[in-house]
């Protein structure tokens, strides 16, 4: 079993807490996601494998907004660099997709008006769902792709 535990924060302070032995000490890394106010900062964090994780979040009173709102880490979270992905509008969800074929670093982030489905070497593709419709949530299924899910019962899956 992974001994490893991450979790993140936001409004003033947008900060990335991280225990490698199940909570027995922390490391607190400070992160370049915006913050500052009640409705920035980091609102989801995933990793790949123990060094390898995303940070996704922004403001979601401002949705539109540009900024520093993805950021990757190489050293298990203990700097975090921010993404060349644009446009970098708020974020509410990103997660690994696990079992992607041969390609194990399929990312998934998910903002309330298009997702992005980044498999590397490539660039990420961006997704805009039709009819309006939008996410806010997302989680892989094991035998790969992802479910989303939105308000008013949207619900999608990609494979």
């Given at each position: 079993?992974?001994?490893n535990?991450?979790?993140?924060t936001?409004?003033t302070?947008?900060r990335?807490?991280?225990?490698?032995?199940?909570?027995?000490?922390?490391q607190?890394?400070?992160?370049p996601?915006?913050?500052?106010?009640d409705?920035?900062?980091i609102?989801?964090i995933?990793?790949?494998?123990?060094?390898?994780?995303?940070?996704?979040?922004g403001?979601?009173?401002?949705?539109?907004?540009?900024?520093?709102?993805?950021?990757?880490?190489?050293?298990?979270?203990?700097t975090?660099?921010?993404?060349?992905i644009?446009?970098?509008?708020?974020?509410?969800?990103?997660?690994?997709d696990?079992?992607?074929?041969?390609?194990k670093?399929?990312?998934?982030?998910?903002?309330?008006?298009f997702?992005?489905?980044d498999?590397?070497?490539k660039?990420?593709?961006?997704?805009?769902?039709?009819?309006k419709?939008?996410f806010?949530?997302?989680t892989?299924?094991p035998?790969?792709?992802?479910?989303?899910?939105?308000?008013k019962?949207?619900i999608?899956?990609?494979?």
């Open positions: 079993m992974d001994p535990i991450w979790f993140a936001g409004g302070t947008a990335v807490f991280h225990s490698p032995d199940r909570g027995q000490t922390w607190v890394s400070n992160t996601i915006i913050q500052g106010q409705p920035t900062g609102f989801s995933a990793f790949r494998d123990q060094s390898h994780g995303v940070i996704a979040g403001d979601y009173k401002h949705p539109d907004q540009d900024g520093p709102n993805l950021a990757f880490t190489t050293d298990a979270g203990k975090w660099a921010i993404s060349p644009h446009p970098q509008a708020y974020f509410s969800a990103a997660a690994y696990r079992n992607n074929g041969k390609n670093a399929r990312l998934l982030i998910v903002s309330p008006k997702i992005y489905d498999r590397p070497p660039a990420p593709t961006q997704i805009i769902p039709g009819n419709i939008q806010n949530a997302l892989p299924f035998e790969g792709g992802a479910l989303l899910v939105g308000p019962g949207a999608a899956i990609i494979p």
